[in-house]
């Protein structure tokens, strides 16, 4: 059997095999087998859940498999382009229309309950189809949870941020305007955005001290 590390995080593998995607949560000898093998188990689940609640709102994905008895989630391989390394090469109008199309997408999954928990453009990928145009597909649901709170929406907000000046420090701020037009599709946009004001401020505050 035949498997190639895609990439290791502190959680989990992140494995091709066979056409797929496997996601497996790795053990942690630091904790009692008993208390890990619960937490990868619920985290599994969780996750499994999340995704398929996601999948029926935005483009992320198809989940195969999940399996708690080896906490593995298996999905289909997305062959596209990872947004972190790709965006800035691409032009300019097209980088800010990706943008808002990532906002749109990020109101309806907020809209919906869903968090992502690592919203950055290393979690999501570009797919390029010349007849059906471009579409952007979110990944790694593994830090994200249910919630309606105002709050978690706006820290989701920030860590994007956070991502595109980091990250796209070129276009940052043109290209965060563009998201929150996109964003600006949910039904509880303003209530958002003036959480997000505050967590921003939290920030800069903790920056200076």
């Known amino acids: 059997m035949s498997e190639k590390i895609l990439q290791q995080g502190a959680e989990a593998l992140i494995i091709l095999e066979k056409g797929s995607v496997i996601k497996r949560r790795i053990k942690k000898s630091y904790r009692l087998p008993s208390i890990d093998e619960k937490i990868r188990k619920q985290r599994t689940r969780a996750e499994g859940k999340l995704l398929e609640k996601a999948g029926k709102i935005i483009n992320i994905p198809k989940v195969i498999k999940v399996d708690e008895r080896i906490k593995e989630i298996a999905m289909e391989f997305i062959n596209g382009l990872k947004l972190s390394d790709n965006?800035?090469?691409l032009p300019f109008d097209k980088q800010k229309k990706i943008m808002q199309t990532v906002g749109v997408n990020?109101?309806?999954?907020?809209?919906?309950g869903i968090i992502h928990g690592d919203l950055t453009t290393s979690n999501m990928i570009l797919t390029s189809d010349g007849k059906r145009g471009d579409k952007i597909y979110f990944i790694d649901f593994g830090l994200g949870f249910h919630s309606l709170k105002a709050e978690d929406k706006a820290v989701d907000i920030h860590l994007l941020r956070q991502a595109l000046e980091?990250?796209?420090?070129?276009?940052w701020?043109?290209?965060?305007?563009?998201?929150?037009?996109?964003y600006s599709a949910s039904k509880h946009d303003s209530l958002v955005?003036?959480?997000?004001?505050?967590?921003?401020?939290r920030g800069r505050y903790k920056e200076r001290y």
């Open 166 to 171: 980091a990250k796209h420090f070129k276009h």
């Open 193 to 201: 955005l003036q959480q997000f004001k505050k967590v921003e401020a």
């Open 173 to 182: 701020q043109a290209l965060f305007d563009e998201f929150l037009k996109g």
């Open 87 to 89: 965006l800035d090469k």
């Open 106 to 112: 990020t109101a309806k999954i907020h809209d919906a």
